[in-house]
T-cell receptor, first 110, second 115 residues
């Protein structure tokens, strides 16, 4: 059973609207959750993180929310831009260990 | 700018061949990682290393080995390639110490096909 789940394989959003990508986890012992973005033919690039002691972290158009009681986190992108079209992975980090979700493909339509 | 390079972008090998995938990073990172990425499964950790000559098994080490003789270089070895090892292989590196260690830098990937 997957430890980190991203139940939506794909998501389409109109340019300028909000994109919400979701992630659920089972392991409560983590230090950080991370979001990575991956374009085709490139490796993933780090986008934003959230510490286990926080419930929100914001960086420009990107905000990550953590709900520990529900074991759920979400990435909000506002406003969405066509250049945001990519696969987004959430990943759990504890110590030197990283566990990635299967990814969600976001398409931002012009 | 951090650079993680992988020796090949595409590789085609035959079943039973020994395969070497090389990864080099230029940021003096202590940690290095090998993942494979498969559709619907995300990135799965094969092995990681936090120092020269040190290695730790990840979630799916079976059929793989690794070598880290120099800090900047981490090699993944498939001793006898099989068709179920056809995948995208991604190398990553990061610092050892908090708070920077959670940020991994990835190479572009090697798409390996075993026929």
């Amino acid at each position: 059973d997957q430890q980190v789940k991203q139940n939506s394989p794909s998501l389409s959003v109109q340019e300028g609207r909000i994109s919400i990508l979701n992630c659920d986890y089972t392991n409560s012992m983590f230090d950080y959750f991370l979001w990575y973005k991956k374009y085709p033919a490139e490796g993933p690039t780090f986008l934003i993180s959230i510490s286990s002691i926080k419930d929100k972290n914001e960086d420009g158009r990107f905000t990550v929310f953590l709900n520990k009681s529900a074991k759920h986190l979400s990435l909000h992108i506002v406003p969405s831009q066509p250049g945001d079209s990519a696969v987004y992975f959430c990943a759990e980090n504890y110590g030197q260990n990283f566990v990635f979700g299967p990814g969600t493909r976001l398409s931002v339509l012009p | 700018d951090v650079k993680v390079t992988q020796s090949s972008r595409y590789l085609v090998k035959r079943t039973g061949e020994k395969v070497f995938l090389e990864c080099v990073q230029d940021m003096d990172h202590e940690n290095m990682f090998w993942y494979r990425q498969d559709p619907g499964l995300g990135l799965r950790l094969i092995y990681f290393s936090y120092d020269v000559k040190m290695k730790e098994k990840g979630d799916i080490p079976e059929g793989y080995s690794v070598s880290r003789e120099k800090k900047e270089r981490f090699s993944l070895i498939l001793e006898s390639a099989s068709t179920n090892q056809t995948s995208m292989y991604l190398c990553a590196s990061s610092f050892l110490d908090r708070p920077l260690s959670y940020e991994q830098y990835f190479g572009p990937g090697t798409r390996l096909t075993v026929t």
